[in-house]
């Protein structure tokens, strides 16, 4: 059987995920399609919308087949580790394409930005050092760096998002000598950061999020941009939990481990570097909400971004010394499945005794820091919800199998 793989949040699934999966499964012409998920928490530093559960259900519904979970100490990091990671465990599953959606659309364009890097390593690196002592942020320098190596080559843009996610797919293919064969598609009209719909269809998960976390919750407002599977899991997550996650719902958490912490103390924090921990020590006292926090903590020089996953370190207490392994190994030492279809259980079946590192159904399965932190993470992320409730979502990250999908009838087993 031939595996086709994806990296994504899905934070929801909307149309642009459900053209990007059609049109994966069109090129590879694969036989099942394998993505790799962001659990609980996300790349930018946030909540998800729904929990991992809830996405992953939308994700079987919408074509996929096998779903694994990118693990917290990748999916909060960086786009070179976050690539990393997610590479890593596509390639132990035997993946022999990856697909990513991208403003450029050619991957030849990403090919030849990742030979130029590679024969100016030592120039590119000194140009980022440089631009950031200048105060650039990392993602600008980064940018810029590029920029200057250019010239009149056929290299892609490095400034926009999807096209910097994808060209650290490439690179940790290429680094992890993978026989991974990349392939790009052009994102339909909404840009990745986009705050209102493109069309009647077609809207960034940035707008919808926008849209749905507004002062009142109107689900009809999105419907016409997500699968209707989409539109009804976020309304039964809704009935059942009373909300929709998003990060001031975790503020007042926030703020008493940053009252409650000195300075010495929070520089242990994954990514509190240069000072910032007295930064955000300075400002949170007047802080009402986690908006006006960020706006008051925010540099040229440190991104929302930036500032945002160092937050979320602190929410789960994720020390430099946890981190320290996969600044390390940037590989994935397990894979947690969270669901799968019918076509899907029987890939795994077939290529189990191969696959590198250990499977986990269940979170007792295996002891390991890494997953230690996952198991903190999802703790968080239940802390919002009201008893019993919270007690439930953290028996059921404890305990509960992989969701398992049957396609040809269309129901959950």
Not at 133 to 139: A, L, Q
Not at 171 to 181: E, G, M
Request: neutral net charge.
């Amino acid at each position: 059987m031939k595996a086709a793989g994806v990296i994504v949040e899905y934070n929801p699934f909307h149309n642009g995920h459900a053209y990007h999966l059609q049109e994966t499964k069109k090129l590879t012409n694969a036989d099942i399609t394998i993505a790799v998920m962001s659990g609980h928490f996300l790349q930018r530093g946030e909540p998800a919308l729904v929990s991992k559960w809830a996405r992953t259900k939308m994700a079987l519904e919408g074509g996929i087949d096998l779903i694994i979970e990118l693990p917290y100490a990748f999916a909060t990091q960086k786009a070179q580790t976050f690539a990393s990671g997610a590479v890593s465990l596509l390639d132990a599953l035997g993946v022999q394409e990856v697909c990513f959606g991208s403003e450029s659309g050619n991957i030849d364009s990403f090919l030849d930005t990742l030979f130029l890097q590679e024969q100016f390593t030592d120039t590119f690196e000194h140009n980022v050092r440089q631009r950031m002592k200048e105060g650039s942020s990392y993602p600008k320098a980064l940018s810029e760096a590029f920029g200057a190596l250019q010239g009149e080559a056929h290299t892609v843009d490095m400034a926009k998002p999807n096209n910097i996610l994808g060209f650290h797919y490439i690179q940790a293919i290429h680094r992890q000598q993978s026989s991974i064969v990349p392939i790009t598609v052009t994102r339909l009209n909404a840009q990745y950061h986009d705050e209102t719909f493109a069309s009647a269809t077609i809207a960034s998960a940035t707008s919808i999020r926008k849209q749905l976390l507004s002062s009142s919750i109107s689900f009809p407002t999105i419907e016409g941009v997500v699968p209707a599977v989409t539109y009804q899991h976020l309304k039964d997550y809704y009935a059942q939990y009373r909300l929709l996650h998003n990060w001031e719902h975790y503020f007042s958490f926030l703020k008493y481990r940053l009252l409650s912490s000195s300075a010495s103390q929070l520089q242990h924090i994954y990514e509190a570097e240069e000072g910032l921990e007295n930064r955000l020590l300075s400002h949170i006292q007047e802080a009402n909400s986690f908006h006006s926090f960020m706006e008051s903590i925010k540099t040229k020089r440190y991104t929302w971004t930036r500032l945002q996953r160092l937050c979320l370190h602190i929410l789960t207490n994720t020390t430099k010394e946890e981190m320290r392994s996969i600044n390390e190994k940037e590989t994935a030492p397990y894979i947690r499945i969270l669901g799968m279809s019918k076509k899907g259980q029987l890939y795994l079946s077939s290529i189990k005794k191969h696959v590198p590192v250990p499977i986990i159904t269940r979170l007792q399965a295996l002891d390991h820091p890494l997953l230690q932190l996952d198991k903190k993470a999802s703790a968080v992320y239940s802390a919002v919800f009201e008893e019993p409730l919270r007690s439930k979502m953290l028996k059921v990250e404890m305990t509960h199998p992989p969701l398992r999908y049957d396609e040809d009838t269309n129901m959950f087993l």
